[in-house]
Each structure stands twice: as structure tokens, then as C-alpha cells.
């Protein structure tokens, strides 16, 4: 069990969007909301934990463990909150990301991003501008970098950087994101619409009795 523990707390904890990206890369989306919340609460207890110098490897034990003051995301909410490393902005986002971790950790039916209960708060977790390109992407992997994008804010607020600061870098990449998942959207259905007119175009050679041009093969 306590080498189970261990191994959970290896590796190092770095608080940027790509260390995400790479953590999730291969989970579905109940995994990466689990993984985000759990990777967000971390972070805050490392904050936590740095603000009180003090503290023993076996007090650190005793305050995370099960019933102890620092054992639930709540509770390291409350104490980052009093220590003033978080404000009231940063303690919503997280209350809205628990409860999305809570449900995909506990959810008795398939969930994921295109679950309109999830999708509703995520919305929730952006600004009136980001929510309505949110809204109108049909790209699931968009939901999905939107959310990443979001915790990457919180990431970076948790460990000191200004609002201003953080929502810059959070506004720059959703809204390249949505630009770039446009331009794939358009050559798809550029793609689409070509293909059909070659389908329609070998029925009437078929339909005239004239053989289908065979397609080329790319010569090496």
C-alpha cells in the first residue's frame, strides 16, 4: 500500500499546459477530468505546504491523510483561500472542476465531453466570448483543449502569476486553438465535397456504360 502511495507522488509536478497535454494524452475524457482534478489539487497542497515551512514529512502524513484537516480538495481550498495564494476568481473555477471530477470519478453512466451535463460546465469554466466559440465548435477535441486550457490558468494563478498575466496566455491559445480547428473543419468538408463530385461523376460514366477510371497509385 505504501509503495502503491509512492509511486502515485513520483515524477515532477510542473505547472504548464503542455506537462497536461502530455499527462492526458492517452485517457479518455472521464480520465483526463480525473487526472486534471487531481493534478490541480496537488498543486495547491504543494503551495500549502511550501507557505508553511514548519511542517515534518510526518505532519504533512497526518494532515492529508484520511480525516485530517488537509485530507479533501475542499479543505486545501479554505487554507490556500486564508493564505491568500488563491482569491475568490481561482476558488470558483476549482469548486466547477471538483464537482466535474467527482461526477466522471463517480458516474454510472458513459461521460465524456459531448455529455451536455459535463458540456454545460465547462462552459461555466470560460467567459462569455470563449463560451459561445465553445458552443459553436463541432470538434470534440476542441471541448477537450478548452478544458486543459482552463486548468493551465488555474495552474498558473495557483502558482503565483497575476490574472491579467494568466488570462492573456489562456485568450492567446483558444483563440488560435478555434482559428486552426476551423482551417482542419473547412479541408475536411473541402474534402467531402470533392469526393462526392467524383462519386457522382463515375454514376453517370456508369450509367453512360463507360468503365470507372481505376485510382492512382503514387509511384515510389
Not at 79 to 91: F, G
Not at 122 to 131: R, V
Not at 166 to 180: I, K, M, P
Not at 207 to 217: C, F, K, L, N, V
Given at each position: 500500500m505504501?509503495?502503491?502511495?509512492?509511486?502515485?507522488?513520483?515524477?515532477?509536478?510542473?505547472?504548464?499546459?503542455?506537462?497536461?497535454?502530455?499527462?492526458i494524452?492517452?485517457?479518455?475524457?472521464r480520465?483526463?477530468?480525473?487526472?486534471?482534478?487531481?493534478?490541480?489539487?496537488?498543486?495547491?497542497?504543494?503551495?500549502?505546504?511550501?507557505?508553511l515551512?514548519?511542517?515534518?514529512?510526518?505532519?504533512?502524513?497526518?494532515?492529508?491523510r484520511?480525516?485530517?484537516?488537509?485530507?479533501?480538495?475542499?479543505?486545501?481550498?479554505t487554507?490556500?483561500?486564508?493564505?491568500?495564494?488563491?482569491?475568490?476568481?481561482?476558488?470558483g473555477?476549482?469548486?466547477?472542476?471538483?464537482?466535474?471530477?467527482?461526477?466522471?470519478?463517480?458516474?454510472?453512466?458513459?461521460?465524456?465531453f459531448?455529455?451536455?451535463?459535463?458540456?454545460?460546465v465547462?462552459?461555466?469554466?470560460?467567459?462569455?466570448?470563449?463560451?459561445e466559440?465553445?458552443?459553436?465548435?463541432?470538434d470534440?477535441?476542441?471541448?477537450?483543449?478548452?478544458?486543459?486550457?482552463?486548468?493551465?490558468?488555474?495552474?498558473?494563478?495557483?502558482n503565483?502569476?497575476s490574472?491579467?498575466?494568466?488570462?492573456?496566455?489562456?485568450?492567446?491559445?483558444?483563440?488560435?486553438?478555434?482559428?486552426?480547428t476551423?482551417?482542419?473543419?473547412?479541408?475536411?468538408?473541402?474534402?467531402?465535397?470533392?469526393r462526392?463530385k467524383?462519386?457522382l461523376?463515375?454514376?453517370r460514366?456508369n450509367?453512360?456504360?463507360?468503365?470507372?477510371?481505376?485510382?492512382?497509385?503514387r509511384?515510389?
Open positions: 505504501e509503495g502503491l502511495g509512492a509511486y502515485a507522488k513520483e515524477g515532477q509536478l510542473k505547472p504548464d499546459i503542455k506537462n497536461l497535454l502530455n499527462l494524452a492517452e485517457e479518455s475524457d480520465g483526463a477530468v480525473v487526472i486534471v482534478g487531481s493534478v490541480l489539487e496537488d498543486a495547491l497542497l504543494e503551495r500549502i505546504i511550501k507557505k515551512p514548519g511542517l515534518t514529512p510526518p505532519n504533512i502524513k497526518n494532515l492529508i484520511s480525516g485530517g484537516l488537509l485530507s479533501g480538495f475542499a479543505d486545501k481550498m487554507l490556500a483561500k486564508a493564505q491568500d495564494l488563491i482569491d475568490e476568481d481561482v476558488v473555477i476549482l469548486e466547477l472542476i471538483k464537482a466535474m471530477r467527482n461526477a466522471c470519478a463517480h458516474s454510472r453512466l458513459p461521460i465524456g459531448a455529455t451536455p451535463a459535463l458540456r454545460d465547462l462552459l461555466l469554466l470560460l467567459h462569455e466570448e470563449n463560451a466559440e465553445i458552443k459553436a465548435s463541432t470534440p477535441l476542441f471541448l477537450r483543449f478548452a478544458f486543459i486550457v482552463v486548468a493551465g490558468y488555474v495552474l498558473m494563478r495557483i503565483g502569476l490574472h491579467d498575466v494568466a488570462q492573456d496566455f489562456v485568450q492567446g491559445l483558444l483563440t488560435r486553438a478555434n482559428h486552426e476551423q482551417i482542419e473543419l473547412a479541408k475536411i468538408a473541402a474534402s467531402q465535397e470533392s462526392t467524383r462519386t461523376k463515375s454514376d460514366s450509367a453512360q456504360g463507360e468503365a470507372p477510371t481505376p485510382p492512382s497509385i509511384s515510389r
